[in-house]
Nanobody, 119 residues
């Protein structure tokens, strides 16, 4: 069982910034990748940014150059710095973690944190 704790969402004006964080907890975790996706009403879930244990990153096209995913010394927790936010960034942002607990693979989603950008 893996628990995810997300924080940092809120309301911000266009052009503003927010920082999200996501921390995973559980037994014998070996995290392979951790990151953020988002889902706006009536739209499909889309990639925001993912960070792997090997330090590689992958960003959705719509956030490249504005958002930065980062970590401390270890992959957990991860942070998402969101700059130059626009109304189209409004969505529920969901943390995702993939890895292994012992020999068992896991793929968990957080409950999500709302980000609302006003024009």
């Amino acid at each position: 069982q893996v628990q995810l704790e997300e924080s940092g969402g809120g309301l911000v004006q266009a052009g503003g910034s927010l920082r999200l964080s996501c921390a995973a907890s559980g037994s014998d975790l070996r995290i392979v990748a951790m990151g953020w996706y988002r889902q706006a009403p009536g739209k499909q879930r889309e990639l925001v940014a993912v960070l792997t244990a090997g330090h590689s990153t992958n960003y959705g096209d719509s956030v490249k150059g504005r958002f930065t995913i980062s970590r401390d010394y270890v992959i957990n927790p991860v942070y998402l710095q969101m700059n130059s936010l626009q109304p189209e960034d409004t969505a529920v942002y969901l943390c995702n973690v993939r890895g292994y607990s012992g020999k068992i693979s896991f793929d968990y989603w957080g409950q999500g944190t709302q980000v609302t950008v006003s024009s």
